[in-house]
């Protein structure tokens, strides 16, 4: 990987993704430039949506990035001619560190192919939709950071679990600003399970049955963290960098259970102390797990 492309890398993921990029100062040296890559790739495709004003300039997107990994790129992301996938330092250090770190393109595939849901405003249906979907994202990054941390864990049952907790608090923290742009990722299932509709999330109406449908969804975090908790038991201490970010899901939770909590207000964690959670489950990383 050439020097200016970790520069770039790291750039990005300072900018963007800040938690994650603390996150890796505690990885080894040699690990972080490949960490990097995966985190500006995961960047890259994440923030799509942002970019596009209609679906289909979306697609594009993600298809450029699924035409890189099979090695059939020969433009820039946004379609216009712009050399092969080499010119991107994005993509460039991605495969550098796909081949240097053996990482399956399934998975990187895989993550790019969750994205599509974030292109369209149809709301999740189901709640096993919507692990699919923290699966496809969060857990898959997980398990790939790992792969390089320790190539020959068994981590795919802790990543899941933690991945799963990790996107469905981000996804209530975000809540607010989906809904204000007309994305539902609470599943219609769980809303109509405790009489609330899509109409009540869409406009801005905290009922009764709505924070009720919330609460569901905190539970489900809530589980899959005690799972995860269980499952880092038995985990390798070297795979902790990949996990960090873990950290900050139970004071999220915590957050949204006080009386005070408006879903419809967005809700941040002070920068200082979403570094000193990180840097207190760095030296006990049973603590990520509240």
């Not at 050399?83 to 240097?100: F, K």
């Not at 923290?173 to 999330?201: T, W």
């Not at 960090?244 to 259970?257: E, G, S, T």
């Amino acid at each position: 990987m050439s020097e200016d492309a970790f520069t770039h890398c790291a750039d990005l993921v300072r900018a963007a993704d800040r938690d994650r990029f603390l996150a890796t100062l505690f990885a080894p040296a040699d690990a972080r430039p490949a960490l990097l890559a995966l985190y500006a790739f995961n960047v890259e495709i994440a923030r799509v949506r942002e970019m596009i004003r209609e679906p289909l300039a979306g697609e594009i997107r993600l298809q450029w990035w699924t035409d890189v990994l099979a090695g059939e790129a020969g433009g820039a992301p946004s379609g216009e001619p712009r050399g092969d996938a080499a010119a991107n330092p994005v993509a460039a250090a991605l495969l550098a560190a796909r081949e240097r770190y053996r990482l399956p393109e399934e998975l990187l595939r895989e993550l790019v192919a969750a994205r599509r849901f974030d292109l369209y405003d149809e709301p999740m249906l189901t709640l096993a939709e919507l692990e699919s979907y923290g699966h496809g994202t969060a857990s898959t990054l997980i398990e790939l950071a790992a792969r390089v941390l320790a190539p020959t864990a068994d981590i795919t049952p802790l990543a899941r679990q933690a991945g799963l907790a990790y996107a469905i608090a981000g996804l209530l923290k975000a809540f607010p600003v989906h809904a204000a742009r007309g994305q539902l990722y609470l599943p219609l299932e769980v809303l109509q399970r405790h009489g609330a509709s899509r109409a009540d999330a869409l406009g801005g109406r905290a009922t009764p049955e709505l924070r009720a449908a919330l609460g569901e969804l905190r539970g489900e975090a809530r589980a899959h963290l005690d799972a995860a908790r269980a499952a880092y038991a038995a985990a390798p201490p070297a795979l902790a960098p990949a996990l960090l970010p873990v950290a900050l899901v139970p004071p999220l939770l915590a957050r949204m259970q006080r009386s005070d909590y408006d879903p419809f207000v967005p809700m941040e964690i002070a920068p200082w102390r979403r570094q000193w959670r990180l840097w207190r489950a760095a030296r006990r990383p049973q603590r990520m797990f509240g």
